[in-house]
């Protein structure tokens, strides 16, 4: 059973900054891309950055210049640095891998962390 957990969300005013992190653990299993998504009330989810295996990255417009994201494979781990943040950033944001289990590759999602930026 492969889980991933999330931390760092919060309540930020404009223009500060938050860091979340995701960590997979379980056993036998294999991590290929990673990244996060995030839903706003009313709107449907989509992507704010993601990384390959060997460290390509793609982001959203709206982000880009603001937010880094970076991993550790050794420790399974995903981070997404949030700068210069915006009220338009307040969504829950859901940390993805596409993770293989034997021979079997799925995506994988976390519980999600809520990030609310004040104006």
């Known amino acids: 059973q492969v889980q991933l957990v999330e931390s760092g969300g919060g309540l930020v005013q404009a223009g500060g900054s938050l860091r979340l992190s995701c960590t997979a653990s379980g056993s036998a299993f294999s991590i290929n891309a990673m990244g996060w998504y995030r839903q706003a009330p009313g709107k449907q989810r989509e992507l704010v950055a993601a990384i390959t295996k060997g460290g390509s990255t793609n982001y959203a417009d709206s982000v880009k210049g603001r937010f880094t994201i970076s991993r550790d494979n050794a420790r399974n781990t995903v981070h997404l640095q949030m700068n210069s943040l915006k009220p338009e950033d307040t969504a829950d944001y859901y940390c993805?891998?596409?993770?293989?289990?034997?021979?079997?590759?799925?995506?994988?999602w976390g519980q999600g962390t809520q990030v609310t930026v004040s104006s």
């Open positions: 993805n891998a596409v993770i293989t289990v034997f021979t079997a590759t799925r995506n994988y």
